[in-house]
């Protein structure tokens, strides 16, 4: 099969394609022929290894120290199963699934295997392309603004980095659990993120967050611009900041009512963003459809640090 390979951290040049082994179903996993699969914030991190402050250490050990341990990146996939393992009863041929692959990475290609138990089912409503660019930011936000700050009808959210895979996501999921939404972006997405569902729009190139008036019930930060002070001072009393993105020191420091760390993957979750999508609560934000062998331009998209929403690529 093909698949964008990566032997050695650096810049998008780094990223090949090349043709490799096709993988197997093992007993409990299922071979999914992908039609469609996110290059992501997390993906460009990797392949550049260019990690949050303090966290280099860790992650090399986990992606590997001098090159990739995984050389096929892409976790954010939908697609069609073509193989189930022996012990799979729930998923069959045919069926059409979506899913994240977590540390092992490898849906930059044109098959995957992946547990059975990781999968959601992609209903017919949602096209691959917005089931893949979907599932990345989507349980992210999903993870910090309901499980960890219970955002619900009355309250007010800041989202800064309005206008990414995770703050396209967390401006949608806050209006829709009845908050009031404002979104921090620059003057070319503010018209996006309005429509999107933020009731105001801060242009970071015109106003320094630092400077408003302004004190909310959830801040989250999908930038890392923010201390957990500058956070701090922009919440009510009771308010929580949500770090996205957090060095190790302010990970380490992050309890009560700041909340830092990985957000999970968990099918539920999966399953509650495609009901969403699906009837239309949630519009998954697409920059741009690659095909598999541009997919180093895609890349190059994502390290712009500019990309609105998701880069999806079609294997
Ligand atoms: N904790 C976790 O589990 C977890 C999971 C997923 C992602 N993350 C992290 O969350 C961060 C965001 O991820 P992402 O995939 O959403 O990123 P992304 O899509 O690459 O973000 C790009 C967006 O950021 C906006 N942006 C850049 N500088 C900004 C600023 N100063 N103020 C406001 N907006 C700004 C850009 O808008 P403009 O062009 O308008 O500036 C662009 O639309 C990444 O650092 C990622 O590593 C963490």
Same mark, same amino acid.
């Given at each position: 099969m093909r698949a964008a390979v990566v032997d050695r951290y650096g810049t998008p040049d780094v990223v090949r394609i090349s043709e490799v082994a096709r993988p197997a179903a093992r007993a409990d996993e299922v071979l999914v022929r992908v039609k469609a699969v996110a290059v992501t914030s997390a993906d460009s991190r990797i392949r550049g290894a260019r990690f949050p402050t303090g966290f280099s250490l860790f992650a090399r050990l986990a992606f590997g120290v001098l090159r990739p341990r995984r050389t096929i990146l892409g976790s954010s996939f939908s697609g069609e199963v073509v193989a189930v393992g022996t012990?799979?009863?729930?998923v069959a041929p045919g069926d059409e699934v979506c899913g994240m692959t977590g540390l092992k990475l490898g849906a930059h290609a044109e098959y995957v295997a992946v547990p059975a138990k990781k999968l959601a089912r992609k209903p017919s409503a949602v096209p691959h392309e917005d089931a893949a660019g979907l599932l990345f930011g989507g349980s992210t936000a999903l993870f910090f603004l309901r499980d960890k700050a219970s955002v619900g009808p009355g309250m007010s959210v800041l989202v800064n980095g309005a206008s990414g895979a995770v703050g396209t996501t967390a401006v949608q999921l806050a209006k829709h659990f009845g908050a009031t939404v404002t979104g921090v972006t620059s003057t070319a997405n503010a018209g996006l993120v309005a429509d999107l569902g933020a009731a105001r729009v801060i242009d970071y190139t015109r106003t320094?967050?630092? @400077?408003?008036?302004d004190r909310f019930d959830v801040v989250l930060d999908a930038? @890392?611009?923010?201390s957990i002070a500058a956070g701090r001072r922009l919440l009510n009393p009771q308010g929580v900041l949500l770090l996205a993105v957090a060095g190790l020191g302010d990970t380490v420091r992050a309890r009560g009512d700041v909340v830092a760390g990985p957000a999970p993957e968990r099918v539920e979750g999966f399953e509650f963003l495609l009901r969403l999508a699906a009837v239309g609560a949630i519009t998954v934000v697409i920059d741009q459809v690659y095909p598999l062998q541009d997919i180093a331009e895609a890349h190059r998209r994502v390290d712009?640090?500019?990309?609105?929403g998701n880069i999806v690529v079609r294997p």
């Amino acid at each position: 099969m093909r698949a964008a390979v990566v032997d050695r951290y650096g810049t998008p040049d780094v990223v090949r394609i090349s043709e490799v082994a096709r993988p197997a179903a093992r007993a409990d996993e299922v071979l999914v022929r992908v039609k469609a699969v996110a290059v992501t914030s997390a993906d460009s991190r990797i392949r550049g290894a260019r990690f949050p402050t303090g966290f280099s250490l860790f992650a090399r050990l986990a992606f590997g120290v001098l090159r990739p341990r995984r050389t096929i990146l892409g976790s954010s996939f939908s697609g069609e199963v073509v193989a189930v393992g022996t012990r799979v009863r729930d998923v069959a041929p045919g069926d059409e699934v979506c899913g994240m692959t977590g540390l092992k990475l490898g849906a930059h290609a044109e098959y995957v295997a992946v547990p059975a138990k990781k999968l959601a089912r992609k209903p017919s409503a949602v096209p691959h392309e917005d089931a893949a660019g979907l599932l990345f930011g989507g349980s992210t936000a999903l993870f910090f603004l309901r499980d960890k700050a219970s955002v619900g009808p009355g309250m007010s959210v800041l989202v800064n980095g309005a206008s990414g895979a995770v703050g396209t996501t967390a401006v949608q999921l806050a209006k829709h659990f009845g908050a009031t939404v404002t979104g921090v972006t620059s003057t070319a997405n503010a018209g996006l993120v309005a429509d999107l569902g933020a009731a105001r729009v801060i242009d970071y190139t015109r106003t320094d967050l630092a @400077g408003i008036a302004d004190r909310f019930d959830v801040v989250l930060d999908a930038v @890392g611009n923010l201390s957990i002070a500058a956070g701090r001072r922009l919440l009510n009393p009771q308010g929580v900041l949500l770090l996205a993105v957090a060095g190790l020191g302010d990970t380490v420091r992050a309890r009560g009512d700041v909340v830092a760390g990985p957000a999970p993957e968990r099918v539920e979750g999966f399953e509650f963003l495609l009901r969403l999508a699906a009837v239309g609560a949630i519009t998954v934000v697409i920059d741009q459809v690659y095909p598999l062998q541009d997919i180093a331009e895609a890349h190059r998209r994502v390290d712009s640090g500019r990309k609105v929403g998701n880069i999806v690529v079609r294997p």
